[in-house]
């Protein structure tokens, strides 16, 4: 088992990263020529700094970058417009921030995607690694840049927000909005984030805006959040370890004991239900996705002791208990092979029990009772197949996990889990 995940994690990011996921689209050469047919849509948590497009199934492959193109669009999903000029360079996400403030400046290339567009100005946004940026761009004029820095005093000291993009957005109100004082109260307690920015931006075009691509998708699929539910078959294997004299030799020094381990396994084969919820890095892709998971299950586990009595006489006991867990697993979700009519992914996290036992019987068969944590814990791994952005097939695996704290013996689970989830 471990080989298998050391594996995974060598070979799973390549996977990742050459997996393609071509939608229908277009690009705009700089010589105002149009190609249309497919580009490979990638998660892009950071602004792409190239796109690879391809004329039809099977063509070959041509990869644009910002100074090749002047823009492209994902049908019904993106739009990206190319830039060169002047961008800032300031880091600007906390807690990736200067100790001073930094003005520097470099003449880039970068693709800007389109937020929101109207009869007077166009928002566009760009990131990357600690950075952001937003572009404003009044009817048939290039983009300019919302400045924005923030930066610490000292080492330890306060924030500076040096909101620039306030006075930006003052002489946009003032020229389409007649200075209207209701909207340069938003100015002024305006942050630098999309929300905030798409707002203003609505206002100064009277709210007669036309989304991109991006923001349409977004009104079809409100959430970035996504339920689910389903139902498993447990088969969990308990397992009950302990150690025990093996050899006794007597010598002149004593007598020396040697001790080896025995165990004892006890199935169970029981229902699973789960609840969660899956975020999306992007929505439209759901290649990558932190996923939650709430289950319910328990297990029954049977197995014997033998006890050495003060007598030197021996007595075999034997255990029993019922088990019921909930739990709670965090994970992080790829999907290997990503269409919208089929999925394939890979996952894995970190399983959180707490469990109560219904039934224990150490008591009856021990005046000591035995003492089974309430708290626990495992690491799962799954995979699946997501038909149609609907139903779920998935399998979990997990290798042992003890729920006591002697140090002769403990008690463990494995599981492996058969199930079926409704996506809704």
Known sequence: MKLLFFTLLVVFPAIILAQPNYHEGYV??????????????????????SIEFKPGN??????FDPGTIKSFQINGLENYISYAGLVSMNENIFPALPYRLDTTTQQKAIFLKQLVSGNN????????RNKKRFFIAEANEPPVELKYYEYYTAIGGNEIYDNLFRGQLIVLNNKFKNNSQKLLNAIAQATYDQPDLEQITTQLNDGNVSSSPANKNRNSHPHLVRLFAG???NDITTTYKYSQSVTSVSNSNGTTTTYGYASYHSNTIAPKINFGLDVFI???VQQLIFRSELSFSYSNGLFNRTVELIDGNYVTYNYKF???TTSLTPQFLFNVYNTDKLKFYIDGGVTLNLSSYGYNNAAEVNQNSLQLNSFWAYFPFQAGVVFNKKTEIYFTYSTGASFSNYSDFSVSNQYMCVGLKVLF
């Open 231 to 233: 139902l498993g078959a």
């Open 322 to 324: 019922t088990q019921y």
């Open 282 to 284: 992007n929505p439209n």
């Open 121 to 128: 100005v166009t928002l566009y946004y760009n990131n990357e």
């Open 28 to 49: 705009i050469k700089n010589n105002g020529d149009t190609l249309k047919g497919f580009i490979n849509y990638r998660e892009w948590t950071y602004s792409p700094t």
């Open 58 to 63: 099977g063509a070959d492959v041509t990869k």
